[in-house]
Each structure stands twice: as structure tokens, then as C-alpha cells.
């Protein structure tokens, strides 16, 4: 299984991003996709995932300015970013979680991270 993320870069304060992450393997299934960010001396933190059904979650700080979304039966997921702020930048990582692939349940994957920089 691998992961890989695009979609970032530098934008202004007030812009927009998207991100992507393409799942790839003998993936059978992927219960929860979603993004994880780390700033410079911050810890790893969720900032959105969404479930199979399509069911999502957003931290408190992204609510009503991120949307995820995710691709049935491509194992693709998304992350729309508007109002982006400077407190957003951070690199973005893609984790999936629950996956099914022909042999069995494997552990959680990341993504290799994109870099997103706010600037003001």
C-alpha cells in the first residue's frame, strides 16, 4: 500500500488550496481517510478525516473553512481548503486507516506530507 499527497504549496492568507491523496495496492476496502497536519514544535494533529460511509469529522480550528471529501471506490480523498489563515501552515499529511486488501487487514498508512505555507 502507498499513499501519495499533492496539492500544496504557498498561498496568501485569505487563499485557497486543494489537497489530494491517492491510495494504491491491492486495497480491498479503506474504513477512515483524513488529513493530519505538523507546524515547526507542534505535535501531529487531525485535521479532517472522513469514514467509508462519508461520514467526516474537522478539527475545532478548521470548521466551516475545510471540507473533506472522498472519491467512492478510488480510495481518493480530499481536502478543500478556503480562508486560509497563517496559523495553517504546517505540512499536511494523508493517513488511511482500516484497510482491507487481499490478504488481510493491514496497519495505518501515511503519506510522504505537503508542504502548505500561509503567508500574510
Known amino acids: 500500500v502507498q499513499l501519495q499527497a499533492s496539492g500544496g504549496g504557498l498561498v496568501q492568507a485569505g487563499g485557497s488550496l486543494r489537497l489530494s491523496c491517492v491510495a494504491s495496492g491491492s486495497i480491498l476496502s479503506i474504513d477512515v481517510m483524513g488529513w493530519y497536519r505538523q507546524a515547526p514544535g507542534r505535535q501531529r494533529e487531525l485535521v479532517a478525516a472522513i469514514t467509508s460511509g462519508g461520514r467526516p469529522e474537522y478539527a475545532d480550528s478548521v470548521k466551516g473553512r475545510f471540507t473533506i471529501s472522498r472519491e467512492p471506490g478510488k480510495n481518493t480523498v480530499y481536502l478543500h481548503m478556503n480562508s486560509l489563515q497563517t496559523e495553517d501552515t504546517a505540512v499536511y499529511y494523508c493517513?488511511?486507516?482500516?484497510?482491507?486488501?487481499?490478504?488481510?487487514?493491514?496497519?495505518?498508512?501515511w503519506g510522504q506530507g505537503t508542504q502548505v505555507t500561509v503567508s500574510s
Open positions: 493517513n488511511a486507516a482500516g484497510i482491507i486488501v487481499d490478504w488481510g487487514r493491514t496497519p495505518d498508512y
